[in-house]
């Protein structure tokens, strides 16, 4: 294999970005995935970060904090994160990125507390903008390590809603829109049914298998009748790829 999981993982994550939309980008590997997505299949999407800056072209240079200056430099607007939650309040934000420490059969994630919220065995980061994007983007993509201590029945706390009890509990609690598309993992791609909202195995990275994803998830995981091997990464995309993390930073 001439390739590493984190640059599949990539590939994998630039090739649900479509071209002329407005995408939330999350830190680490989506970063690269834009900028891959950008030169590739999609160079009308538009990049917003948290911090308040939106693009319309990939920095010029790897970055390692949304608010480096080589996401400054060049910026279509640097701006209050108010304006850029406002974008997403408005249903202008056709896709997220975010992580999280648990996820459940229903998308939920918790990147709140493990265990008990008021005696947690873990004490997590919190939400940052994890709740706004994945409440009001159009579709949000989640992109996290597979284990089977983070892929639970039911998380400890839901910090960012995905399907909640599953079916139309999004449309019921006042989420109309949205809702988890795609889980990219280190394993594989999950995706969601269209009428119970439950994950189900979409593709298994060719250095993993459908055995080894359900041995790391923690419920009876659905496979698709579809499954197969996650596409690799192309030669094109990975020179990509590799052109804008050369050190292997967020990819090695």
């Not at 538009?46 to 970055?63: H, N, S």
């Not at 008990?116 to 994945?134: C, E, H, N, V, W």
Request: glycine share 12%.
């Amino acid at each position: 294999m001439d390739y590493t999981p984190q640059e599949l993982m990539v590939a994998a994550a630039a090739r649900e970005i479509k071209d002329g939309e407005v995408v939330f980008v999350g830190m680490r590997l989506p970063l690269i995935a834009f900028a891959l997505a950008k030169a590739t299949h999609a160079p009308r999407a538009i990049g917003l970060f948290e911090c308040g800056i939106i693009r319309d072209t990939p920095a010029p240079e790897l970055l390692y904090t949304m608010g480096d200056p080589p996401n400054i430099a060049g910026a279509l607007w640097c701006t209050a994160m108010a304006d850029l939650m406002a974008l997403l309040q408005r249903g202008e934000v056709q896709l997220g990125f975010i992580g999280g420490a648990e996820i459940d059969r229903f998308g939920n994630l918790n990147t709140s507390y493990i265990g008990d919220f008021r005696q947690p065995r873990t004490k997590l980061p919190g939400s940052g903008g994890g709740a706004d994007i994945a409440s009001l983007a159009g579709r949000l993509m989640v992109i996290m390590a597979h284990e089977k201590r983070r892929f639970v029945e039911r998380v400890s706390y839901i910090t960012s809603p995905g399907y909640g009890e599953g079916g139309d509990w999004r449309e019921r609690v006042g989420l109309p829109r949205g809702g988890p598309a795609a889980v990219i993992t280190t394993l594989g791609v999950l995706g969601f049914d269209p009428d119970t909202r439950e994950a189900l195995l979409r593709s298994y990275h060719p250095f993993s298998s459908v055995e080894e994803i359900c041995a790391n998830t923690g419920w009876d995981l659905k496979v698709s009748p579809d499954v197969a091997p996650t596409p690799p990464p192309t030669p094109e995309e990975l020179a990509l790829i590799r052109h804008y993390d050369p050190e292997g930073f967020w990819t090695r």
